[in-house]
C-alpha cells in the first residue's frame, strides 16, 4: 500500500510538472507580458518617452494585443518604436492594421523591417501604407530628425541584416547633426557592423528584436538562437558603445511556444 501510494504521489507529480510547463509555455510567457522600465536620460529635464514594440508576429488581433494598446494609450509616449517582424505575410496586415488603430493616433511611430517580413514576401508598399495610416514611417535605411520637448533626435532605421539589405551607410546619408541619435535595427548582430562603420558618430542607443529571448530556454541554455542573433540574446549590452537593448518581443516563431523567454515590452526615458 505505501509503494501504490508512492507512485501515485510520484505520477501526480509529474503530471502537475507537465501541466505547469505546458501552461507556462503556452499561455503565461506568451499572454502575460512582462514590461520593462529604464531611465537611461542625461538630465532630468525634457525626457523624451519612447515605447519599443517588436517581434509581434501578428496573426490576430487578440487580447492581449489589446490590452498591451490600453497601457501604451495610458503610459503616453512621445515616441512608438517597432523594430521588425511585425507580421509574417501580407494577409496579416489586417490584424496589424487592426492593432495599429487602437493606439493613440497623435503619437509619432517609425517602424523598421525584420526578417520575416522578407521571408513571408510581405507587400512593403502595402505594409508602407498601412503605417502611413497610422502616424508611423517605415524606415528602410533611412533617417528622420524631428524636435521633441525643445530637442532635436535624429532616428535611423536601419533594413533587415538577415532577409534585407542592411546599409549603415545609406541609412546615415544627409544625416542632420543632433545631440541624440537612435538606431533601430531588427538584428543585433549588425551592431557590430555598425560600431565598425559608424566613425565619430555619436550612437546613443541601438534598439534590436529578433532573438526572442532564446524563445525556448532550459536553465539559462538556449538551444538556439536565429541567424543574425550574433553573441547577443537578450537585454543590455553596454560593454562598449553604442550600447543596445534587444527586446525578447511578444509573439513567436517556427513554434508557438515561450519557455523561460517571457514576452517583453520596452519603455524608457532618454
Known amino acids: ?82 523594430t521588425g517582424d511585425a507580421l509574417n505575410t501580407t494577409d496579416q496586415l489586417i490584424p496589424l492594421n487592426e492593432f495599429l488603430e487602437l493606439l493613440d493616433k497623435s503619437i509619432k511611430k517609425y517602424a523598421i523591417t525584420g526578417n520575416w517580413e522578407y521571408w513571408g514576401n510581405v507587400n512593403l508598399t502595402k505594409l508602407k501604407d498601412i503605417y502611413s495610416q497610422n502616424n508611423c514611417e517605415l524606415l528602410i535605411n533611412e533617417n528622420r530628425t524631428i524636435s521633441i520637448k525643445n530637442r532635436e533626435i535624429s532616428i535611423i532605421g536601419i533594413d533587415d541584416f538577415v532577409g534585407g539589405n542592411a546599409n549603415f551607410g545609406k541609412a546615415i546619408k544627409n544625416l542632420k547633426k543632433t545631440e ?18 559608424k566613425g565619430d558618430l555619436n550612437i546613443d542607443l541601438v534598439l534590436s528584436g529578433h532573438t526572442h529571448g532564446g524563445q525556448i530556454t ?38 508557438p511556444i515561450r519557455f523561460g523567454a517571457r514576452a517583453e515590452m520596452v519603455e524608457m526615458e532618454l
Open 218 to 255: 532550459f536553465f539559462g541554455i538556449v538551444p538556439f538562437k536565429p541567424q543574425g542573433s550574433g553573441r547577443y540574446l537578450k537585454g543590455w549590452y553596454k560593454e562598449s558603445e553604442p550600447k543596445m537593448y534587444i527586446s525578447k518581443g511578444i509573439g513567436t516563431s517556427t513554434l
Open 1 to 82: 500500500m505505501k509503494n501504490l501510494t508512492r507512485r501515485k504521489f510520484i505520477k501526480g507529480a509529474i503530471l502537475t510538472t507537465i501541466g505547469f510547463i505546458f501552461l507556462d509555455a503556452f499561455w503565461f510567457e506568451k499572454y502575460i507580458i512582462e514590461w520593462n522600465y529604464f531611465d537611461i536620460s542625461k538630465s532630468d529635464e525634457n525626457k523624451i518617452k519612447i515605447v519599443q514594440i517588436s517581434d509581434l508576429h501578428i496573426d490576430q488581433l487578440r487580447y492581449f494585443h489589446k490590452s498591451i494598446a490600453k497601457k501604451i494609450n495610458t503610459i503616453k509616449p512621445d515616441l512608438i518604436f517597432i
Open 180 to 197: 541624440t541619435n537612435i538606431v533601430l535595427s531588427h538584428c543585433p548582430e549588425h551592431r557590430d557592423i555598425i560600431t565598425k562603420q
